[in-house]
């Protein structure tokens, strides 16, 4: 069965200095995967998606993920966070063709962003 | 262009009442799920579909039902809440094909007292 693993429940970075989200995902075919950000109180906003083209996705406000098959991991960076950038980001994986239709997300990590 | 609404946005039951949640897609979307948040555990699946007239059970199903009786609609329905259903459930529908994004409403904060 898929699954999705989250590696930190919460990271703090001063701003200005590069993030790094982890996440590793278990599927038994080639997956889609997905990182969404959320914001105090608010909805899901997709960030990037990979779906099997280049390994390296780049994002909305300058994110980006790379997709390594060999470590099953598809961790999010940034070279700079920024005040905004402070959230909860999900890691998702899709495998539709084999998991018939489920999106499982991870357990999420909250980013802090100190000034 | 709507996208997915979810109604109600808030709501307050007694435990023992039940409610049905609805979430409407205006965009055609084949695939529907409901979560829900709770804090520390991410988004987790409750019910699924994949197409009108077919529904599947996730993660968390017991204690929910769900209904597609129309492709654009997707219901949750509490039959006797309980308070560890207080959470804030999500709507989200996407295309057929894996790689297409999911999109979500913006959420419904239940509590049961």
């Known amino acids: 069965a898929q699954s999705v693993t989250q590696l930190d429940s919460h990271v703090s970075v001063s701003e200005g200095t590069p993030v790094l989200l982890r996440c590793n995902y278990s599927?038994?075919?080639?997956?889609?995967l997905f990182w969404y950000v959320q914001h105090p109180n608010k909805g899901l906003q997709l960030l990037l998606k990979?779906?099997?083209?280049?390994?390296l996705v780049k994002g909305i406000n300058g994110f980006e993920a790379e997709f390594k098959k060999s470590e099953t991991s598809f961790h999010l960076t940034k070279p700079s966070a920024h005040m905004s950038d402070a959230a909860e980001y999900f890691c998702?994986?899709?495998?539709?063709?084999?998991?018939?239709?489920?999106?499982?997300f991870g357990q999420g990590t909250e980013l802090s962003v100190k000034p | 262009n709507a996208g997915v609404t979810q109604t109600p946005k808030f709501r307050v039951l007694k435990t023992g009442q039940s409610m049905t949640l609805l979430c409407a897609q205006d965009?055609?979307?084949?695939?529907m799920y409901w979560y829900r948040q709770d804090p520390g555990m991410g988004l987790r699946l409750i019910h699924y579909?994949?197409?009108?007239?077919?529904?599947a059970k996730g993660e968390v199903p017991d204690g929910y039902n769900v209904s597609r009786l129309k492709k654009q609609n997707f219901l949750l329905g509490l039959e006797s809440a309980a308070p560890s259903q207080t959470s804030v459930y999500f709507c989200?529908?996407?295309?057929?094909?894996?790689?297409?994004?999911?999109?979500f409403g913006q959420g419904t904060r239940l509590t049961v007292v």
């Open positions: 998702v994986v899709s495998d539709r063709y084999n998991q018939g239709g489920k999106l499982i």
């Open positions: 599927s038994s075919y080639s997956p889609s």
């Open positions: 990979y779906t099997s083209a280049a390994t």
């Open positions: 965009m055609n979307h084949e695939y």
């Open positions: 579909s994949v197409g009108e007239g077919t529904t």
């Open positions: 989200a529908a996407t295309h057929w094909w894996s790689g297409t994004e999911a999109f």
